[in-house]
């Protein structure tokens, strides 16, 4: 089984046509999306209109969440931007999405751990900034779930970790941001380091998981002009440069 994975699309739909392009190139039998789907100053509706026909296998996030549960005014900006977009076919998508997912007997689907879908599995943020969780970090964060591969995104970093057990942690990293600014519980940055749409691949063979990471370019222009007509220079710099401001 070969599985394509995408995570953090938030509403980037040059981004995720790319990917999806790269995906049909590569080849998958299953293609998975771990949320945070349309949330963002782009484009939202559009976003959601081109994923709903597919056969992509996805679980919400904690905007997705955040989106369906908190009014307006208790909403960020880039959850009333796509909140403001959303017509009710794509409410009713989102909200038809579990928060993980066990695919076939050995995959588990989440976006954050398997327990919170706003926690980080594989970074850990202490006082003097991000750092990758150590594997029994990220064990203890797993606990007791059973699969061999446990699938994350929340942070949009593209990262590969094996628990002392043996099960293999991956985030793939962001279809459609590439960096973000944390604030809790000390203020951090995560991300890729460049403007590129990230996704990963994993194919099970008989010795265990092979896994590939793919960045993809796309016209990270065009969606940076979007951002800015939506009155967010902010995002229009994370996504030409894959860093968010200093």
């Not at 064990?139 to 779930?145: H, I, K, M, Q, T």
Request: glycine share 8%; proline share 8%.
């Amino acid at each position: 089984m070969k599985l394509a994975i995408l995570s953090d699309i938030h509403g980037n739909l040059p981004a995720l046509e790319a990917v999806l392009a790269d995906v049909a190139r590569r080849g998958a039998d299953v293609t998975v999306n771990l949320g945070d789907i349309v949330s963002g100053p782009l484009q939202p509706l559009e976003t959601a209109r081109r994923l709903m026909p597919l056969d992509i296998v996805a679980i919400r996030g904690n905007h997705e969440r955040q989106l369906l549960t908190l009014r307006p005014q208790e909403m960020s900006a880039s959850d009333r931007f796509a909140h403001a977009a959303l017509d009710d076919a794509a409410r009713a998508w989102l909200a038809s999405l579990p928060q993980t997912l066990l695919l076939g007997d050995d995959v588990l689907l989440a976006h954050g751990t398997p327990d919170s879908d706003s926690a980080y599995f594989l970074e850990t943020v202490e006082p003097a900034g991000c750092r990758p969780a150590t594997p029994e970090e990220a064990a203890a964060r797993a606990g007791a779930a059973r699969a061999s591969l446990i699938l994350c995104g929340h942070t949009h970093t593209p990262r590969l970790t094996r628990l002392p057990d043996g099960r293999l942690a991956l985030n793939p990293g962001s279809v459609g941001l590439p960096a973000l600014r944390g604030s809790s519980p000390w203020p951090h940055v995560t991300g890729a380091g460049s403007p590129h749409a990230r996704y990963a691949t994993a194919e099970r063979r008989a010795g265990g998981w092979d896994v590939s990471f793919h960045a993809v370019a796309y016209d990270w222009d065009r969606a940076a002009a979007i951002a800015l007509r939506n009155g967010r220079p902010d995002w229009a710099h994370t996504l030409r440069a894959g860093w968010p401001q200093p």
